[in-house]
């Protein structure tokens, strides 16, 4: 059974472009959720998605967006970058939608911002 | 705001020690609480806890959960340098994500 995947896996990403991230979630998870880790402030929430609805949204900016669709791939976007975006993005699958399930993590995209 | 704070932040222990790694929680309406292992990629899973006092074992790791005093412990013992690695603990509460703390650097040396 395949893991989390994420693409890309590395990029660099010039001050005021976007980036767009892409995870396919284990086969049979619907829940996809996204975290931002850098080391200073160590892993944080992003947001969170079942059945290709936004369930819950940590506290970052607006130009950080995601969506699901209808196959529970999701994407991660973030516009007008700054070098502070600069980090390992991770996504996540779990199979249902209640709690208590077992969360698997991708092996995360890692973000450079120049 | 769901506050976890992992302790010790770090420590160096030799092969075949036995490590201790604590997790205290503060969360509305507790899920679960997960271990992860993290080595310069993806945080691995390692145990899932939702009840008090019940210990879940894998190989020579082994974890449980204190809903009472809001805390977890996981146990390492008969280290490997194998077993070098950043431990993240997470709670899970009612809101669909989870709050890590800042974890644990585990060094083994040979």
């Known amino acids: 059974k395949a893991g989390v995947t994420q693409t890309p896996r590395y990029l660099i990403k010039t001050r005021g472009q976007q980036v767009t991230l892409s995870c396919s979630p284990i086969s049979g998870h619907r829940s996809v959720s996204w975290y931002q880790q850098t080391p200073g402030q160590g892993l944080q929430f992003l947001f969170e998605?079942?059945?290709?609805?936004?369930?819950n949204k940590g506290n970052f900016p607006g130009r950080f967006s995601g969506r699901q669709f209808s196959n529970s791939r999701s994407e991660m976007n973030v516009s007008t970058l700054e070098l502070g975006d600069s980090a390992l993005y991770l996504c996540a699958s779990s199979s249902l939608a209640g709690f208590g399930n077992t969360i698997y993590f991708g092996e995360g995209s890692w973000l450079t911002v120049v | 705001e769901d506050k976890v704070v992992q302790s010790p932040l770090s420590l160096v222990v030799h092969e075949g020690d036995t490590v201790t790694l604590n997790c205290s929680y503060e969360?509305?309406?507790?899920?679960?609480l997960l271990w992860y292992k993290q080595e310069k990629k993806a945080p691995t899973f390692l145990f899932m806890l939702?009840?008090?006092?019940i210990e879940k074992k894998s190989g020579r790791l082994s974890s449980i959960l204190d809903k009472k005093e809001l805390f977890s412990i996981l146990n390492i013992t008969a280290t490997q340098t194998g077993d070098s690695a950043i431990y993240l603990c997470a709670v899970e509460g009612d809101d669909y994500k989870l709050s890590f703390g800042a974890g644990t650097t585990v060094t083994v040396r040979a």
């Open positions: 939702t009840s008090s006092g």
């Open positions: 969360v509305t309406n507790f899920r679960s």
């Open positions: 998605y079942f059945s290709e609805t936004q369930r």
